[in-house]
């Protein structure tokens, strides 16, 4: 079936450097595309989304890209900071506005000192 | 403002107990989603409700588990009898259709010995 998945379950960077967070997709009828940051014991928090008439959006320190010929998204974390460390999830959804989101495996990210 | 509420948080049972979990959406809110998380599957959709009715229950893993909405502000999910393999995060979303973004309460972490 259809998925989507991340390609690095870890990623280690040092504080304020920039990472970049990546997920590919494979459902050609998803619409809206959405980053989760999880953090120990806690519910997935929205970070950024992007709908599909879009390839780019920027937040606070974070933008999301979407490539829709090679089905790849991203999340760039500009740089960052002790707290940035967390579960990163892209989601996708298709089919409209009722229908739940399909979550990635997720990626962990570590920060350095 | 209240986000998602879900009870327990925490809940240790035998194998064979029933299992009934809660959640509380935000106000407001017309469409409501229970996720389970683990480490092997990651978040799996197992059923949403818009406007109080099950839209899809695709992903509920067979008939140990059931969910009911009896309003707008009152969802249960419920496992009977419940098996080891059923210890996981169980998480509880809310939305307004067509906004995008879930909202997700902190979980309930099952342990079924």
């Known amino acids: 079936g259809e998925s989507v998945g991340l390609h690095l379950p870890t990623l280690s960077v040092q504080e304020g450097d920039n990472s970049i967070i990546n997920c590919a997709y494979s459902?050609?009828?998803?619409?809206?595309f959405i980053w989760y940051k999880q953090e120990s014991g806690k519910g997935p928090q929205f970070i950024i989304d992007?709908?599909?008439?879009?390839d780019k959006r920027q937040g606070q320190r974070v933008t999301v890209l979407l490539n829709k010929t090679v089905k790849h998204l991203s999340l760039q974390i500009a740089a960052t900071q002790p707290g940035d460390s967390a579960v990163y999830f892209c989601?996708?959804?298709?089919?409209?506005?009722?229908?739940?989101?399909?979550f990635g495996k997720g990626t962990h990210l570590i920060i350095q000192p | 403002d209240a986000g998602v509420i879900q009870s327990p948080r925490h809940e240790v049972t035998e194998m064979g107990q029933e299992v009934t979990l809660r959640c509380k959406p935000i106000s407001g809110h017309n469409s409501l989603f229970w996720y389970r998380q683990t480490m092997m599957r990651g978040l799996e959709l197992l059923i949403y409700?818009?406007?109080?009715?099950?839209?899809?229950d695709s992903g509920m893993p067979e008939d140990r588990f059931s969910a009911k909405m009896p309003n707008a502000s009152f969802s249960t999910l419920k496992i009977q009898p419940s098996e080891p393999r059923d210890s996981a995060v169980y998480f509880c979303?809310?939305?307004?259709?067509?906004?995008?973004?879930?909202?997700f309460g902190e979980g309930s972490r099952l342990t079924v010995l």
């Open positions: 459902n050609s009828a998803s619409d809206y």
């Open positions: 409700f818009n406007n109080n009715v099950p839209i899809d």
């Open positions: 992007i709908r599909s008439n879009m």
């Open positions: 989601a996708e959804r298709s089919g409209g506005g009722a229908d739940g989101l399909t």
């Open positions: 979303a809310s939305t307004m259709t067509g906004t995008g973004e879930l909202f």
